[in-house]
């Protein structure tokens, strides 16, 4: 057991990571199963190493429900190369591809796909993203080489309930870098699905990537190999060298996701952390106003102000001496924004619900 003192950590990534996924890691440091030398020092084609490879994506398999229809590749480049890998190998011929834009993130995918091909934005809820479209809202364009969303938008602090439903025949994409593993999900439903690892699954520099393996004979010849889906997927993710490490301790979060219960499990925990700290915010009086409409918000990524900047920065000032840390909104929006991720616990989370509901108190000079 480690005695270092470890703050409240509601950062939006690199994010908290669990503590026993820590401790395990210092613990094997040193001589990692065995082998007398630290993961990090092994070869990515050691024996090993690709025992690590195999489980972590034998956990994943297990914790998504995947069937031998998708492949798991684990990529560098995080989530952002995921904007320009998704176009390069799925939009073939003159194809366009529709991107659902609800937050940053989604804008940016769609920016990159824009780049290099045809694609349109649909069922935008610019500017103020404070909310996901209805069905309804989004005007698909049913020769679409796929349909690409967001699923928990990190800035704004919104989530998709489900997924959107793409023309019969068009593939799902999804970004689900900060809601990956948080809940139960359908992936029958998804073409691809990728998630750069800092926010729900380990440390930065890696990408999980799921792709339906019918969509890779889309791949077009002459890609650069690093870019190339269908190459990645048949060296099974051993191309060239992989960051080892951060492969390593994603494999230590999926066991620890494994060993709590799994995505029902998880999902019914994240449930209860949001919906303390929602009721801290609805229950204020209005001291607190929450950023996304209610039947829009995220379980991952509560974002709230206070009537005035000078009392958001006051907010976080005192916020530092009670060891809760990382609570500042993203600077394109202001604000503040906890981020909540599987990782974070939920006694992190009632220290915060606590602090918060005692804000009023402080503001109202009694202390
Ligand atoms: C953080 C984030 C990204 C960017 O991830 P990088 O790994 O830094 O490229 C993309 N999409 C979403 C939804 C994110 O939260």
New binding site residues.
Partial sequence: MTTTKRVHNFG??PAALPLAVLEQVQAELLDFSGTGMSVMETSHRSKAFGQVMEEAEADLRTLLGLSDDHAVLFLQ???????SMVPANLRVGRASADYVVT?R??Q??FKEADKSGSARAVGSTEPSFDRIPAQGEIDFDPEAAYVHF??????YGTQWSGEPEPPSGVPLVC????DVLSRPLDISRYGVLY?????NLGP?GI?VVVVRKDLLERTPGGLPALLDYRLMAEKRSLYNTPPTFAVYVVGQVLKWLLDLGGLTEIGKRNEAKAALLYDAIDGSGGFYRGHAQPDSRSRMNVTFRLATEDLEKEFLKEAGPADLAGLKGHRSVGGLRASIYNACPGESVQALGDFMADGPRRRGGAG
């Fill in positions: 939006a990534g480049g995080g989530a952002s190369l995921q904007f937050g993130w989604s940016a995918a967001t699923s928990n938008n990190t800035i970004d689900a870098s900060s998630a750069g690892a800092q926010k930065a990408a």
